[in-house]
């Protein structure tokens, strides 16, 4: 019997089983996609604000230093926009030395997870899709469509959103299907930017372009879901013009650069963590909307909340699946994601309300925060989480304590994705 089997090998439960097996635990790791598939992940479009306190666990599960540097992009600032205004509010970082965050492609950060896993003893792979799981007092056991069979003390849904493991397992979640989808593609412009990212609440659409080198950038486009089918389905050379309108001709005209991919805007709350010998984690537990750019960040403090108690009980010899450390790992999630979860809900229900009141209501409050530099000063170290003497985290057991790295990242509103209507 296996300690733990985890169902999805996304970056959340490629770090799970890498943290685990690298305390000694015996793990298997079930994932649907093609190994091909996960061992060199094609760019997907996504471009993620790691926070630093998620770059400090990337770097104690040995993940962060195999992400190549010269792909990994400052922040300077980010400026907010709001409708037609050329207004920005401009947010600088807080320590004019460290950038207020960094941009960094999923596909690198899963490349990057797989090889450190992949080179870990004690992870056994199944390319499969769970086909049924049923727990008891006893054990977890997981049939999958290839007709495989793993039993484990504790089973682990770390399979997106969408989470069939824990559908089958009987664990509601609240859902909230936005209406809208987002397109993400690099593009290439005719003038550099500063380095800034941009957040810009447009009347009928939320654009962000999040810079990368000085003439490229990721655009982000937020549209009704039916709108959207038409953007993406241009040719590249009527998407680059039609980017280039809808960005006002801002930088100059756009060059899109490789494909452009398109996500439905869903976000998603378990109702539960954790059942009988069951946790939820990453975008199982919770999957945040894009605007305030936390799914990520949020799933792998998720596998390290539960990580750090498993093999805590693991090295002492307790049961691993225990309900009092199940509870205590949903409880600190729970506390950590909630409010977060509703405040990204209420943004996205301000920013995407076409009422004229509405708009004034943004636009007051985008020019309140530009005279406001203590406000101003305080959302740059939110969003650059450089509070003073913030602590790293508490190296897991059996792994090394390193330093938190020196420029990361994040935040609150800019970065992955923006949105606006709900
Ligand atoms: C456009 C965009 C921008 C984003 N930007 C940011 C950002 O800036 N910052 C941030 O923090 N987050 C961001 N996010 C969110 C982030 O990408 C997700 O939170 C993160 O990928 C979740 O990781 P995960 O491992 O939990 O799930 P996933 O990445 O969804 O992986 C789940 C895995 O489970 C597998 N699977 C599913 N079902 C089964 C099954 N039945 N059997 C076996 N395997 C299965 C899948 O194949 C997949 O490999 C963004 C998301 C989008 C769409």
New binding site residues.
């Given amino acids: 019997m296996k300690d733990v089997a985890i ?7 490629i770090c799970l089983a890498r943290a685990l097996a690298g305390a000694g635990m015996d793990v298997a790791l ?4 093609r190994q091909d598939q996960l061992s060199t992940p094609q760019p997907d ?6 926070t630093r306190a998620s770059a400090g666990l990337l770097e104690t599960l040995g993940v962060w230093q195999r992400i190549p540097q010269q792909q990994v992009y400052p922040l300077a600032s980010a400026r907010i926009f709001n409708g037609a205004s050329q207004f920005s509010m401009k947010v600088d970082p807080h320590d004019p030395d460290h950038p207020l965050g960094v941009m960094v492609s ?1 596909h690198l950060i899963r490349q990057a997870a797989y090889d450190e896993a992949s080179r870990i003893d004690g992870i056994e792979w199944h390319f ?3 086909k049924q799981i049923d727990t008891d007092a006893q054990c977890a056991r997981l049939r999958l469509e290839n007709g495989e069979e793993v039993t484990a003390r504790l089973a682990v849904a ?4 969408f ?3 824990r559908r089958q397992m009987g664990i509601a979640a609240r859902m909230r299907d936005n209406g809208r989808s ?1 397109m ?1 593609c690099r593009v290439h412009h005719e003038r550099a930017h500063d380095q800034s990212a941009w957040e810009w609440f447009d009347h009928g659409q939320t654009l962000a372009l999040l810079p990368l080198t000085s003439h490229l950038s990721s655009a ?1 486009v937020t549209l009704p879901s039916r709108q959207m089918a038409e953007l993406s389905s241009l040719p590249s050379e009527e998407l680059s013009a039609a980017l280039t309108q809808r960005y006002a001709n801002r930088l100059g005209a756009m060059t899109v650069d490789g494909e452009a991919h398109v ?1 439905p805007l869903v976000s998603t709350y378990a109702e539960r963590f954790v059942g009988t010998r069951l946790a939820l ?4 537990a919770v ?2 909307h ?1 605007v305030t ?7 792998i403090h998720s596998q390290y909340r539960l990580a750090r108690r498993l093999i805590d009980a693991y090295q002492q010899g307790k049961d691993i699946a225990a309900p009092p450390l199940l509870v205590g790992y949903e409880r600190e999630h729970r506390l950590a994601t909630w409010p977060l979860y509703q405040a990204t809900q209420a943004i996205v229900g301000l920013y995407t309300d076409e009422r004229p009141h509405a708009r004034i209501l943004r636009h007051l409050g985008l020019r309140a925060g530009e005279r406001l530099s203590p406000a101003r000063h305080w959302l740059a170290q939110q969003l650059a989480q450089t509070a003073p003497n913030r602590a790293g985290p508490t190296p897991l057991p059996g792994l090394p304590s390193l330093p938190l790295p020196p420029a990361p990242f994040p ?1 609150l509103l800019f ?3 923006p949105s606006r209507q709900q």
Avoid: K, Q, W
């Fill in positions: 169902v999805g090998a996304g970056p959340v439960g079930i994932e649907r996609a479009g996504r471009e993620i604000a790691v999923n499969s899709s769970l770390a399979d997106s959103r989470s069939e493991t987002m993400v982000v996500y984690v990453g975008d199982a999957g945040m894009p750019a936390h799914g990520f960040n949020f799933g935040s970065s992955g994705a």
